[in-house]
């Protein structure tokens, strides 16, 4: 691929503001495509070897709870009039503060987090948001249940593997940690982390491993199946969590976290600080990734 191909931009898009996520990377009928979510609730994709862009619309009409959470919650009775049940209403540029992707039974896929009033009641006040909701990459329909768990705005979301097939993981500004079956909304773990939930999720020695922080100034790491933490508070952090990844480096997993302008690594097993923090940043880390180039992992 040449350079000037690298460096295409891609046009088109009618989005409102940037997911602040970024834009993620999935193979789409062979071509490696970034996708993105809109302010209008169309969903782009952009061919990376520089063969533009195509959108099609979520279907937002399914981007509401499903008959039984309305019965299950108290607000419909069995014996309702079906003209007279009132459905809450999805807003289109609230269902994507957060974006990535998955394959669920070889079908890719586009995960939202949705903003903090993502529901509301037609003509009502604002009800509630941080719905996590999974999309066919090629249909744009919702596939499993609609994830309902947050009451604020997703901060983070991840998917990871797992023995029961993959998982959406989720913190929200109130520190809940939630995880669930992409493939049927199923609620795996439910978990009281930081506030202002940063996390970053990874498959650890086979298993599915979240670590949290956030507000409060700490790091947790939780597995992500039986919800049980994995070891103490992680050491040395001296703000808010601003950002955090998970990597292998030499056969260890190390957690990196943003901590005011310097980025700082722990051993995971150990839970040992590695090195001094890392430094060159003029303000605070807001987001941390990892990647292998060359053999050699880097932040």
């Known amino acids: 691929m040449s350079d000037e191909r690298m460096m295409r931009g891609y046009a088109g898009h009618s989005h409102g503001r940037a997911t602040y996520s970024g834009t993620p990377v999935i193979e789409l009928d062979g071509a490696p495509v970034t996708v993105g979510v809109d302010e209008e609730g169309l969903l782009w994709t952009c061919d990376l070897r520089g063969d533009g862009c195509v959108s099609r619309p979520l279907d937002l009409d399914a981007a509401g709870p499903d008959d039984d959470w309305y019965i299950e919650n108290g607000w419909w009775d069995e014996d309702d009039d079906e003209d007279e049940r009132e459905r809450l209403v999805t807003e289109p540029s609230l269902i994507a503060e957060r974006v990535v992707v998955a394959e669920v039974d070889g079908r890719p896929v586009v995960v939202t987090g949705g903003g903090r009033f993502d529901f509301r009641v037609e003509?009502?006040?604002?009800?509630?948001?941080?719905?996590?909701?999974?999309?066919?990459?090629?249909?744009?329909r919702r596939i499993g249940s609609v994830m309902i768990g947050h009451v604020l705005a997703v901060c983070s979301l991840a998917t990871v593997r797992s023995e029961r097939g993959p998982l959406a993981v989720s913190s929200c500004e109130t520190g809940l940690l939630l995880a669930w079956e992409l493939a049927t909304g199923v609620k795996v773990i439910e978990r009281q982390g930081a506030y202002n939930g940063e996390m970053a999720a990874a498959v650890v020695d086979g298993r599915p491993v979240a670590v949290t922080g956030g507000s409060d100034r700490f790091l947790q790491a939780w597995d992500v199946l039986s919800g049980e933490r994995l070891g103490a508070d992680l050491p040395g952090l001296e703000s808010p969590a601003g950002g955090i990844a998970i990597t292998e480096v030499e056969g260890r997993t190390v957690v990196l976290a943003g901590d005011g302008p310097v980025l700082r690594a722990w051993d995971l097993a150990s839970q040992e600080a590695i090195g001094a923090p890392l430094t060159g940043h003029t303000g605070d880390i807001e987001r941390v990734a990892t990647a292998t180039v060359g053999g050699r992992a880097i932040a």
């Open 123 to 140: 003509d009502g006040d604002d009800v509630s948001g941080g719905i996590v909701r999974a999309w066919d990459l090629h249909t744009g």
